[in-house]
């Protein structure tokens, strides 16, 4: 038993120091001078007001979460410097630089379909509907690679409870910011602009899906989805959208950007399944960035919790 | 050279997040471009007539040979760790790697027969033909492309253009000389005719 318990904690596994350096100077800053930070925000946006950003505030009042996992949290340089998010580029490293000047400010997020009231929310409002937390999750890409990530944000269910989505609706659509002077992406059709994602009414009141809106501490990086996102840690990446200006409550499941691009390889439900290969590689096993070797792939990618939202359902065919 | 580069951004850690997937793209471009590079020598030396460009025919097969086993082994070590069950799943069950397969398979007898004396073993004519494998190669390899990437088809169809472009000029070379043929009906000439042009 003992053999085992250190067997399971690898070298690899032990956080990068500057990872852990960074989170010691936040919960300093937080703690000690939490105000003095606060003030020096509030300079800099007087100063300059907010073209590009947030990216690099720090966030307030961080709570943590039960839901968190314990596994080393990948550098912040490769979560925002590989990562896909074709509105901007189709390789993984271009959306760092080319997203540097998206503006976040002023934001707003249209609510509309089947709920009581539609309305407009402007971002600072939907920020303050829930108290921020601290949510690790483990983040697998359908391409075979993942990455562990300290998002910031709460569930996605704050947000649904307090817009008041009428008995009909069965389904939520999320889409993503068309803007194509702002992202040089849009303008080629590599996929159908803007970008559409959706979820059953139970899978987005489901605790885990978190509306996120920081990571690391800090506001969202432009290239990770600021200023607003969803992160669905047993999903398939692709599936988080980013840089959410609508939210529309249906009757009918929602088409979603990738299904509509290849509907054989890519699904609505996109659930992580090793016992599901795409049809041109395999999803058993995949690479967590920074590791040599190849890690199994597990079943909604480690969150078991998920499993009865799909109980009787065929996962072959709902891929 | 390109590996050197490879090699140098790996020691300083400038492969970016994921260094084995940036090996494994960065050895399959390389192998596709000397490919096409290869294939851009024939047409060259005959538009410009300069025919020492023959001369370095060979050495750039051998490049996208060797380009070609570094991206084959960064596959079979670096993403299978030598799981001989996982590949010959893989081979059968996902046509990328099996166009990627083939298009490797095809150059190795290219490579085992590109001496001088394997020409004079072979006789020039069935070396030649033996060597137009090279096309089907470059092919396979430009498909196992395409079919490789998730929607974004812009780099694997530049490939496709530029091979479709030096495939085209074969023809045209080959046609015009068709039908120059019968004009000069010694056998002699031709024969010579084919085995410069080839």
């Known amino acids: ?319 | 050279m390109p590996l050197g580069r490879l090699v140098w951004k790996g020691l300083h850690a400038d492969l970016g997040a994921n260094p084995i997937e940036a090996i494994t793209h960065g050895t399959g471009d390389w192998t596709l471009t000397f490919l096409l590079l290869t294939l851009s020598i024939t047409p060259l030396r005959k538009l410009t007539q300069q025919y020492w460009l023959i001369g370095l025919r060979r050495m750039l097969g051998l490049f996208a040979f060797f380009y070609g086993c570094l991206h084959l082994m960064t596959y079979v070590w670096l993403d299978k760790f030598f799981d001989v069950h996982e590949m010959l799943a893989d081979i059968a069950k996902r046509r990328f790697i099996t166009a990627g397969m083939t298009a490797f398979t095809l150059m190795i007898p290219l490579a085992l027969t590109s001496t001088k004396w394997s020409i004079r073993k072979l006789g020039g004519k069935r070396w030649q033909a033996l060597h137009r494998l090279i096309y089907f190669s470059a092919a396979a390899g430009v498909i196992h492309y395409i079919w490789l990437v998730k929607a974004d088809l812009k780099k694997p169809l530049e490939y496709a253009f530029v091979l479709a472009a030096l495939m085209l000029v074969r023809v045209v070379f080959w046609a015009a000389r068709k039908s120059t043929a019968p004009n000069h009906s010694s056998t002699g000439l031709s024969k010579s005719g084919s085995l410069l042009s080839q």
């Not at chain 1, 020096?40 to 009042?61: C, F, M, V, Y």
């Not at chain 1, 979460?65 to 074709?86: A, G, Q, R």
């Not at chain 1, 993984?92 to 707003?108: I, V």
């Not at chain 1, 690479?287 to 190849?294: D, H, N």
Request: hydrophobic share 35%; aromatic share 10%; proline share 7%.
């Open chain 1, 1 to 319: 038993m003992l053999i085992k318990k250190a067997a399971d904690i690898r070298p690899s596994e032990i956080t990068p120091k500057s990872v852990y350096l960074n989170r010691r100077k936040f919960l300093a800053g937080a703690g000690t001078a939490g105000a003095a930070a606060a003030l020096g925000i509030g300079l800099r946006e007087a100063i300059a007001p907010s073209l590009t950003a947030h990216a690099g505030n720090k966030i307030d009042g961080i709570r943590k979460s039960p839901l968190s996992t314990t596994e080393t949290v990948t550098p912040y340089k490769d979560v925002t410097h590989y990562n896909n998010y074709y509105e901007f580029a189709t390789s993984k490293d271009e959306p760092a630089e080319l997203a540097k000047h998206f503006r976040t400010r002023p934001w707003k997020v249209k609510i509309d379909g089947l709920v009581e009231k539609k309305q407009e929310l402007d971002l600072d409002t939907i920020l303050k509907m829930a108290p921020a937390e601290e949510r690790i999750y483990r983040h697998r890409c359908v391409e075979g690679w993942s990455i562990v990530v300290p998002w910031v944000g709460f569930s996605l269910s704050e947000l649904i409870k307090r817009v008041n989505p009428t008995s009909k609706a069965g389904f939520v659509e999320f889409t993503t910011i068309l803007d194509k002077s702002q992202m040089p992406g849009q303008q080629r059709d590599v996929l159908e602009w803007p970008y559409v994602e959706g979820l059953r009414m139970d899978e987005a009141m489901h605790p885990l899906a978190l509306l996120c809106f920081g990571m690391y501490g800090e506001e969202l990086p432009n290239q990770d989805g600021a200023p607003l996102r969803i992160v669905l840690p047993w999903k398939y990446g692709f599936k988080s959208a980013k840089a959410i200006v609508r939210i529309r409550f249906t009757e009918k499941q929602p088409l979603n950007t990738w299904n509509i691009s290849a509907p054989r390889e890519y699904g609505f439900y996109a659930n992580v399944n090793p016992n599901v290969d795409h049809p041109r590689w395999s999803q058993a096993k995949e690479r967590r960035l920074g590791e040599f070797t190849k890690r199994p792939t597990l079943m909604f990618n480690g969150y078991d919790q998920v499993a009865s939202l799909y109980s009787g359902m065929d996962l072959k065919k709902n891929f």
